[in-house]
């Protein structure tokens, strides 16, 4: 039974609505109340579309697309807390260093890192891999013997393997002894690329 | 205990739960309550059990915000605006103004029981569910609410 007045309720009153203006008076609200944990947005670059994520302490996680930013969000709401909201606003510092680094501008980073997504020994292997200058390259067993375990060379590479914040933290200038390049997240094609942008892979 | 990010209910409910505060408080307050409505989840977000039914959590508090921003503009005096409802001052004229000012007169179960049916199209199990009565109880009140509105509606309109 469809009647005028069911219609009429159906149409409602118009009221216009845009998510994105929403959501970012939303997490401003959020920010200034102390109740936004994470804030997330993302950036177009040479090697992809990047989503970054900061926390009032600074960098938790950096991700290359394919790595699923849902799995990360899934993951970051886990094991630091579940309120997130897209804020591109407040990962603008991160951005604009990622911006110059990537057009030459800019050799090291100086936002402040969030490491509670590490634990243990891989924060010694990743605080290491922070040292390695631009231009440079490391072997997995120094930064292992870097860290305090020369031995650990293997644990070094799951370290590195899981490197919340690649790029920033370069795990790209870790290398095999041989002279092999080893693993990438990112995968190698990328390694190549920050590894020839820095001048230390010439070909 | 695993909590989706709380972008994800933002990103999936907003626009909906724009539209449902849109029907109970008129479009020009529907947007503030909308963003009370988040705040107030957002504070209570980490302390949630379980990740189920998220959703009709949302909608619960929703329709909370609604009903304190009706209340609220209940108490406001009318006799500053020269005669003005504070409900539509300010606003454009809604071409169906008569409608959604006696929807926002039903009793709180009516209306949300009517709304969610012709608004937001739900199937009356759902309408039960979402409402935590039974789906019965559901259409009673959609039912009672419809009559309701004819009698107010039929009155205004000629």
Avoid at chain 1, 82 to 103: E, G, H, K, M, W
Wanted: glycine share 8%; with cysteine; proline share 5%.
């Amino acid at each position: 039974m469809t009647d005028e007045l069911e219609r009429r309720l159906r149409a409602g009153d118009a009221a216009a609505f845009e998510l994105e203006r929403f959501s970012r008076a939303l997490s401003q609200r959020a920010a200034d109340a102390g109740l936004l944990d994470v804030a997330y947005g993302s950036l177009d670059s040479p090697l992809g579309r990047l989503t970054v994520m900061v926390t009032p302490r600074g960098l938790v996680r950096l991700s290359y697309p394919g790595e699923g930013v849902n799995d990360q969000l899934d993951e970051v709401a886990t094991r630091i807390s579940p309120r997130i909201l897209r804020a591109p606003q407040r990962t603008d510092a991160v951005r604009r260093q990622l911006d110059d680094y990537f057009s030459g501008r800019r050799r090291t980073f100086d936002v402040p890192i969030d490491w509670r997504l590490v634990r243990g020994f891989a924060g010694a292997v990743l605080q290491a891999t922070a040292r390695i200058p631009f231009g440079s390259v490391s072997t997995y067993r120094d930064v292992a013997s870097e860290a305090g375990s020369a031995n650990a060379y293997r644990a070094a590479g799951n370290a590195l393997g899981s490197n919340p914040v690649p790029i920033v933290v370069p795990c790209h200038r870790v290398l095999h002894a041989g002279g092999g390049l080893g693993g990438y997240t990112g995968g190698l094609d990328r390694k190549r690329y920050l590894l020839r942008l820095e001048g230390a892979l010439v070909d | 205990m695993h909590l989706p990010p709380f972008a994800s209910l933002v990103e999936a409910h907003a626009a909906e739960l724009h539209r449902f505060l849109a029907r109970l408080v008129g479009p020009a307050d529907a947007e503030d309550c909308l963003q009370e409505t988040f705040m107030s989840a957002l504070r209570a977000y980490p302390r949630l059990r379980h990740g189920d039914h998220l959703r009709a959590w949302l909608y619960t508090i929703a329709q909370r915000k609604a009903t304190d921003a009706l209340r609220r503009r209940g108490r406001q005096p009318t006799r500053d605006l020269g005669g003005v409802e504070p409900a539509t001052s300010g606003e454009p004229p809604a071409v169906d103004d008569g409608l959604w000012r006696a929807v926002r007169a039903l009793p709180a179960k009516q209306r949300t029981a009517v709304l969610h049916r012709f608004a937001l199209d739900l199937a009356y199990a759902e309408i039960g569910e979402r409402m935590g009565i039974s789906e019965e109880a559901a259409r009673q009140n959609v039912r009672a609410g419809m009559r309701r509105l004819r009698k107010e509606v039929s009155v205004h309109d000629r």
